[in-house]
T-cell receptor, first 114, second 113 residues
Framework: DTEVTQTPKHLVMGMTNKKSLKCEQH?????MYWYKQKAKKPPELMFV???????INESVPSRFSPECPNSSLLNLHLHALQPEDSALYLC?????????????FGDGTRLSIL | AQSVTQPDIHITVSEGASLELRCNYS??????LFWYVQSPGQGLQLLLK??????LVQGIKGFEAEFKRSQSSFNLRKPSVHWSDAAEYFC???????????FGQGTELSVKP
C-alpha cells in the first residue's frame, strides 16, 4: 500500500474546466513534488515544495497552479488545459528536498483532456 | 549536465531466468542512486537505494544492485525472475539539486512462461 495518497484516480475534463488534483502524506515528510508522466516515458518534474514553500518550478505553464496548504497536503489546480496535458500526474514526498532520502510516490491521477 | 542512461529499452526473459538491467550515470560526483519499478496504471515503487558504503545493496522483492564507480554503473539484478516482475524499471540519480531526481528512460521487462 502506498503511503502517498492521490485523488482522484481518474479525471476527465474539458479544456475550459477548472479542477484540482490532491495529494496527501502522513509520513512527516517536508518535501513534496509534482511530476507529469506520459506513456512509456519517465516522470518529468514539475514542482517541488520544501517546508511548504515552492522551491522549484520547472518552467511549467501557468495553467498548472500548485498549492501546499500544509506539510501533509499538496494540490495541483488545473485551468484551461490543452489536449497535450493528458498524462499521469504523480505526487511524491521525501523527508527533505536535499537529503539522501528517497522519494515516495503515489499511484497518480490519470488525466484526460477532451 | 547530469544524466542517467538505461541502454535497454525492452528486455524479455524467461520465467526463472536471471535478470540484469543496466544503468549508467554521468561521470562526476557520485550521486545517490535508486531503482524504481512501475506496474501498469500504478505509481513508482522504490526497489532499492545506494548512498555510500557496501557497493552491493539489497532491495525488496529479491532484487539487488551493484554500484561500480569505475564504470559509473548501478545495475539491477535478480537471480530468478517471476511473471509478476513484468513492469517498467527506472534508474534514477539525485545530485543534491533541491531534490531533483534524474531518471533514465526506463527499461520495460517482459517475462515469458
Amino acid at each position: 500500500d502506498t503511503e502517498v495518497t492521490q485523488t482522484p484516480k481518474h479525471l476527465v475534463m474539458g479544456m475550459t474546466n477548472k479542477k484540482s488534483l490532491k495529494c496527501e502524506q502522513h509520513m512527516g515528510h517536508r518535501a513534496m513534488y509534482w511530476y507529469k508522466q506520459k506513456a512509456k516515458k519517465p516522470p518529468e518534474l514539475m514542482f517541488v515544495y520544501s517546508y511548504e514553500k515552492l522551491s522549484i518550478n520547472e518552467s511549467v505553464p501557468s495553467r498548472f497552479s500548485p498549492e501546499c496548504p500544509n506539510s501533509s497536503l499538496l494540490n495541483l489546480h488545473l485551468h484551461a488545459l490543452q489536449p497535450e496535458d493528458s498524462a499521469l500526474y504523480l505526487c511524491a514526498s521525501s523527508q527533505m528536498d536535499s537529503s539522501n532520502q528517497p522519494q515516495h510516490f503515489g499511484d497518480g491521477t490519470r488525466l484526460s483532456i477532451l | 549536465a547530469q544524466s542517467v542512461t538505461q541502454p535497454d529499452i525492452h528486455i524479455t526473459v524467461s520465467e526463472g531466468a536471471s535478470l540484469e538491467l543496466r544503468c549508467n550515470y554521468s561521470y562526476g560526483a557520485t550521486p545517490y542512486l535508486f531503482w524504481y519499478v512501475q506496474s501498469p496504471g500504478q505509481g513508482l515503487q522504490l526497489l532499492l537505494k545506494y548512498f555510500s558504503g557496501d557497493t552491493l545493496v539489497q532491495g525488496i522483492k529479491g532484487f539487488e544492485a551493484e554500484f561500480k564507480r569505475s564504470q559509473s554503473s548501478f545495475n539491477l539484478r535478480k537471480p530468478s525472475v517471476h511473471w509478476s516482475d513484468a513492469a517498467e524499471y527506472f534508474c534514477a540519480a539525485l545530485y543534491n539539486q533541491g531534490g531533483k531526481l534524474i531518471f533514465g528512460q526506463g527499461t520495460e521487462l517482459s517475462v515469458k512462461p
